[in-house]
């Protein structure tokens, strides 16, 4: 029996719950909420990985995704209370003009996306690891390190940045 | 290192040395201009004129070495220009002409330079003026040494700017600075003629030399040889005074008198007569120009001596003095008697100079008063000075023997000898003019009651330093006639200037003593008429001059007012210029400062456009990334879809 | 398979339209960080999808991604830094407010 349809369903189900929650995130008011749904977006997108036989990836975007970057948001709500405003004042004045310049655009891509019509090959069930880590530690040393080296700047910096002017 | 050619074969003695001559001028005008005015003071004078003396030296010794039979030598410094077929040298040519007229310009300018000792000493501005009287120096005599047209134009801006400089001398005052302006543009005027004769010649005969130039004279056509004499006529009359390039003449008598000899008596507007005496070649193969130099220089003698009829000042006297036995050269020269042209150049440095010094000295012994209806019976008081300037003022009235007289009459002879009977009876009526003016200057200075007592009592005679060099120029004024020019014709300067300007094909006049007696006659019957005529009315007051004045009524305005000549250039042309230069002026503030100013104003404008771009807003950035990948799309699109092409 | 990668990409593209308009139209900050990290999130999508066309994997989308996760959290965390910093100074996350580079 072939149960290709539920990839279909599974598919389906995880359009809807990143589409959705993207749309959460930019038109909800209340600024939590969008964070919620933004991790809710993560999630989904880990699965859009796993159907796609990246399971490595998939576990990485959970972790830090949905794990840091979602924690590191909701700090940052928590840190910039605003005061209550009307809906209307959520957006910039500028929207008609966004509006008028990306609305093109994204029609044209998605017209553009549409023409690729070869099927996906995922990689089989636990296969993507070993090449995956072949290839980042043997062809991509340099830049590795280079991530590494990165990683630490920001952390420095975001120190900096925040730090409070001692009064002593 | 001096380098010399000599087509004579001679011994060369001094003339090897003959650059120094201006060197040494040049030399007094370096040291007095660097060092003048805080150390050397009053020593400047000295420097000045012990180079002055030490180049009269040299120029006898030039001059006996010419004589010794060095008829032709050019003496070059070294090579000015030479591109393809334009070569100039630095050169100087040494022939009779050029030792004559640097005897003249440094000997009457050491006695010049001398006097200005005196005559200066108290004007604060003395090591300047010394400054600048060398710096003229060393231009005259490197106009009067130069063998090529290039060369000599250098010596002429020289002088012209000398001029200006030493007009303009006391330039505080309005009266100098425009007398010293109108003087440099009348000049300017002339040497845009200069110029045109000058390159006409080098595009004409491909050379700018005089030797060069004259050779080949043949080869060109009357109409380009008539152009090239009449502009180089035309730089002359800016240069000498001529009409109607005269007027800055009478003007520029507001420089000092020492100023007034050296340049606009003696030197420098003799350099126009110069000129044309250098191009005697060139103007006697160009028939019509001769005419015209000569009715000019007619017309100009004439002119100036009516308005000196009736002027005050008695510089005015001897500035339209000077225009008018100027204008005697250039006739000598319109009738084809160089020779005469310079002899009268000579003698009339020499009495003309000394007219000038003497004003000087009785200018400064009356206070700086130059009116000589205040003046009167100075000649007990002022006993060298008057015996001096009534010897000059002879040799000006042409009586024989002096000086004056030999000159004169053979300019007289030559005109009526040569067939030009017109001009001949304008020179003589000219010389009638001539002998009563100075008669009357003489008078009303030195003769009768004096009329301001004040300035009468305080009358004094000039220290040595001023008296010596007048006693000089009046020896020179009155031997030199006799002792060069005697007898006419075959006189001593005659044989020696006549390798020099002679030109082919000009036949010489063999006239008979009977006729040349007549002639000699004529001219001293004209000196003595003036003469008689001026005693009687000043003197006897036969007719009385006030009674002549008031029965000449609108001839006399007309004298007095110089002909209006100066307020007709004035309407025609100053105001014309002054318009011109008002639409200059405006087109400079408008179009030009307006297409400058508009430039900024675009950039400022473009800049406060773009500005507006940068709103602060991080958003609007955002949005403009997105702007420029829309673009980006719509070009990657084209050029997937073809519509581009490679 | 039989989803096309076209799928997957029409996907990636929805998702990433949406944060870029997020990023232009809302004014808190903090949501224009989270709409940023969508758009990384539909980058990363693209990639694997692309990296597993039919024919052969290849892995070099998946190490492109990796990296594209460090990328990204190091952004937030700096980003965020910055809000609070500014947050600090004026006590507005309203970007339309914050003009002082104005002109």
């Known amino acids: 029996m072939s149960y290709d349809f539920l990839e279909t369903i599974l598919f389906a189900l995880l359009t809807i719950g990143i589409v959705g929650g993207a749309v959460g995130v930019v038109f909800l008011n209340r600024i939590t909420g969008a964070a919620l749904l933004m991790a809710f977006t993560f999630l989904c997108n880990a699965g859009m990985f796993v159907l796609l036989g990246a399971e490595t990836i998939a576990a990485f975007q959970v972790l830090i995704y949905v794990g840091a970057i979602t924690v590191l948001i909701l700090y940052g709500v928590m840190f910039t209370p605003q005061q209550h405003r009307p809906y209307a004042l959520f957006f910039q004045k500028q929207t008609p003009w966004a509006a008028l310049f990306v609305a093109p655009i994204a029609i044209f891509v998605a017209l553009f996306a549409f023409s690729f019509r070869d099927s996906a090959h995922p990689t089989p069930r636990g296969g993507d690891l070993v090449p995956l880590a072949t290839s980042v530690f043997k062809d991509f040393a340099f830049p590795f390190e280079v991530a590494s080296v990165l990683l630490l700047a920001a952390m420095i910096g975001a120190i900096v940045l925040v730090k409070r002017d001692e009064d002593e | ?646 | 398979m039989t989803i096309p990668v076209g799928a997957f990409i029409a996907v990636s593209s929805i998702l990433f339209f949406l944060g870029v308009t997020g990023v232009l139209v809302r004014r808190n900050a903090v949501v224009i960080l989270m709409c940023v990290e969508l758009m990384l999130n539909a980058a990363n999508l693209a990639l694997v999808a692309f990296s597993r066309r039919a024919g052969s994997v290849d892995e070099r989308g998946s190490v492109f991604v990796v990296f594209v996760f460090v990328i990204a959290a190091a952004e937030v965390a700096v980003g965020l830094a910055i809000v609070l910093a500014a947050y600090r100074n004026r006590p507005t996350v309203d970007v339309d407010e914050v003009h002082a580079m104005k002109g």
């Open chain 2, 1 to 646: 290192m001096i380098e010399s050619v000599a087509p004579g074969q001679i011994d060369l003695g001094l003339i090897r040395y003959v650059w120094l001559i201006p060197a040494l001028p040049l030399a007094a005008f370096l040291i007095n201009g660097l060092f003048g005015r805080r150390w050397l003071k009053h020593a400047t004078g000295w420097i000045a004129s012990g180079a002055m003396v030490a180049a009269a030296a040299l120029a006898v010794g030039v001059f006996l070495d010419v004589l010794r039979g060095n008829e032709h030598t050019t003496v070059t410094l070294y090579r000015w220009i030479g591109v393809g077929e334009f070569k100039i040298d630095v050169a100087a040519l040494v022939d009779p002409l050029s030792s004559v007229m640097l005897l003249v310009v440094t000997v009457v300018g050491s006695l010049i330079f001398i006097f200005a000792n005196g005559y200066m000493a108290h004007d604060h501005g003395f090591p300047r003026f010394f400054t600048w009287f060398s710096l003229f120096a060393f231009a005259m005599l490197l106009l009067v040494m130069a063998d090529n047209y290039l060369l000599m134009f250098v010596g002429w801006e020289g002088v012209g700017l000398c001029s200006y400089l030493l007009i303009g001398f006391w330039f505080e005052k309005p009266a100098p600075q425009h007398a010293a302006n109108k003087a440099f543009w009348m000049n300017r005027i002339g040497d845009w003629g200069y110029t045109i004769g000058m390159v006409t010649t080098f595009l004409v005969f491909g050379s700018m030399t005089f030797t060069e130039v004259f050779e080949k004279v043949g080869i060109a056509t009357q109409a380009n040889l008539v152009l090239i004499c009449i502009a180089f006529f035309v730089g002359a009359a800016g240069k000498s005074a001529q009409l109607p390039l005269y007027s800055w003449l009478p003007d520029a008598m507001e420089g000092p008198t020492p100023v007034s000899a050296l340049i606009h008596a003696a030197t420098m507007v003799t350099a126009g007569v110069y000129l044309v005496a250098r191009s005697t070649p060139l103007f006697v193969a160009a028939g019509p120009s001769l005419q015209v130099v000569g009715v000019i220089g007619a017309v100009t003698a004439i002119f100036a001596a009516t308005i000196a009829l009736v002027q005050f000042d008695i510089k005015r006297v001897m500035a339209y003095s000077t225009v008018s036995q100027l204008g005697y050269m250039f006739l000598a020269l319109g009738v084809g008697a160089p020779i005469a042209a310079i002899f009268h150049l000579a003698t009339h440095a020499f009495f003309k100079a000394l007219l000038f010094l003497g004003s000087g000295s009785v200018i400064h012994a009356v206070g700086d008063e130059q009116d000589m209806r205040k003046m009167g019976g100075l000649r007990r008081k002022l006993p060298v000075t008057y015996w001096t300037m009534l010897i000059a003022g002879g040799a000006l009235a042409a009586l024989p023997p002096l000086a004056g007289f030999w000159s004169k009459d053979e300019i007289l002879s030559a005109a009526f000898l040569s067939g030009h009977t017109a001009l001949w009876a304008v020179g003589i009526v000219t010389a009638i003019l001539t002998a009563f003016y100075v008669t009357r200057a003489m008078w009303m200075t030195f003769h009768g009651e004096p009329r301001d007592h004040h300035l009468y009592d305080h009358a004094h005679e000039s220290p040595a330093i001023m008296t010596l060099p007048l006693v000089l120029l009046a020896v020179g004024s009155a031997a030199l006639g006799l002792a060069i020019g005697f007898p006419p014709d075959q006189g001593f300067i005659h044989s020696f200037l006549k390798p020099a300007v002679e030109a082919p094909g000009v036949a010489e006049p063999a006239p008979e003593l009977a006729t040349i007696l007549a002639l000699s006659a004529a001219s001293v019957v004209a000196g003595l008429v003036g003469i008689v005529v001026g005693i009687s009315m000043y003197v006897r007051h036969r007719p009385d001059p006030a009674a002549v004045t008031r029965a000449a009524g609108p001839l006399y305005r007309l004298l007095v007012n110089k002909y209006y000549v100066d307020e007709l250039y004035d309407r025609k042309f100053v105001e014309a210029t002054r318009a011109f230069f008002g639409v200059l002026w405006a087109f400079d503030v408008h179009v030009i400062d307006g297409i400058a100013n508009g430039i900024g104003r675009l950039a400022a404008a473009g800049g406060g456009g773009a500005r507006r771009l940068q709103t602060g807003v991080v958003g609007n950035y955002a949005l403009t990334v997105v702007v420029g990948l829309l673009v980006v799309l719509v070009a990657y699109g084209g050029y997937a879809a073809g519509v581009f092409k490679r």
